[in-house]
T-cell receptor, first 116, second 111 residues
Framework: GAGVSQSPSNKVTEKGKDVELRCDPI?????LYWYRQSLGQGLEFLIY????????KSGLPSDRFSAERTGGSVSTLTIQRTQQEDSAVYLC??????????????FGEGSRLTVL | AQSVTQPDIHITVSEGASLELRCNYS??????LFWYVQSPGQGLQLLLK??????LVQGIKGFEAEFKRSQSSFNLRKPSVHWSDAAEYFC?????????FGAGTQVVVTP
C-alpha cells in the first residue's frame, strides 16, 4: 500500500480482555516497529522486526504483550488480559533496510486503545 | 544507554515569529538524529535527519537543525512559523533497530 496501515483505529475494551492490533507496513519495507504513545509521554519502543531475524522484544513491558510478523509483512500486536494502564496509542512504523540505512521510519496513524 | 531530552513540553509562538525547539541526547557513539512532526490526527512524519557531514541539516517545510557534538544537542529551528506548524515535535536518536524518542514539544501558533 501507499503507507503504513493500522487497524483498528480505535478500540475500546474491558479490563481483562485480549486485544489484537494489526499493522500492514509499506510494501518492500523489511523493518517493522511497534511503539506506544501514552498521554503526555514520548514514544516508548516495544518491539522491532527485521526480515527473518529474531525480533528485538526488549521493549515489551510485560509477558502479556506479544507480537508476530507473518511472511515478513503484516504484524499483529497482542495484549492479553488488558489493564487500564495499557490505554495508549499504539504506533506501527516500517523502514527500508539494505546497504544504505536511511533510518527513516514511516508511521501509521496508530491504534488508540482504551481499557475500561 | 541512549536517551533524548526535550526540555520544553509546550511552546507558544506567534505566526511569523521564529521557532527553536531544543533537543539534547545521550548516546555512546556518533548518533543518528531525527526530528519528526505529528500533526493532529496524523501519523508522525520525518522533518529531517542527521547522520554525518555538514552539521546544519535542512528539512522539509522550511525547518533546519544543527548538530552540536560539544553540547550533545540537535535543536530544530524555523525562521518564520506558519499556523500550519502547530503540532507536536519529537526528537529521536538511535541507530538501526532501535530509536529513542523524546517526550515531545507541543507547539501552539497564535495569530
Amino acid at each position: 500500500g501507499a503507507g503504513v496501515s493500522q487497524s483498528p483505529s480505535n478500540k475500546v475494551t474491558e479490563k481483562g480482555k485480549d486485544v489484537e492490533l494489526r499493522c500492514d507496513p509499506i510494501s518492500g519495507h523489511t523493518a517493522l516497529y511497534w511503539y506506544r504513545q501514552s498521554l503526555g509521554q514520548g514514544l516508548e519502543f516495544l518491539i522491532y522486526f527485521q526480515g527473518n531475524s529474531a525480533p528485538d522484544k526488549s521493549g515489551l513491558p510485560s509477558d502479556r504483550f506479544s507480537a508476530e510478523r507473518t511472511g515478513g509483512s503484516v504484524s499483529t500486536l497482542t495484549i492479553q488480559r488488558t489493564q487500564q494502564e495499557d490505554s495508549a496509542v499504539y504506533l506501527c512504523a516500517s523502514s527500508r533496510s539494505g546497504g544504505t540505512n536511511t533510518g527513516e521510519l514511516f508511521f501509521g496513524e496508530g491504534s488508540r486503545l482504551t481499557v475500561l | 544507554a541512549q536517551s533524548v531530552t526535550q526540555p520544553d513540553i509546550h511552546i507558544t509562538v506567534s505566526e511569523g515569529a521564529s521557532l527553536e525547539l531544543r533537543c539534547n541526547y545521550s548516546y555512546g557513539a556518533t548518533p543518528y538524529l531525527f526530528w519528526y512532526v505529528q500533526s493532529p490526527g496524523q501519523g508522525l512524519q520525518l522533518l529531517l535527519k542527521y547522520f554525518s557531514g555538514d552539521t546544519l541539516v535542512q528539512g522539509i517545510k522550511g525547518f533546519e537543525a544543527e548538530f552540536k557534538r560539544s553540547q550533545s544537542s540537535f535543536n530544530l529551528r524555523k525562521p518564520s512559523v506558519h499556523w500550519s506548524d502547530a503540532a507536536e515535535y519529537f526528537c529521536a536518536v538511535g541507530s538501526w533497530g532501535k530509536f529513542q524518542f523524546g517526550a515531545g514539544t507541543q507547539v501552539v501558533v497564535t495569530p
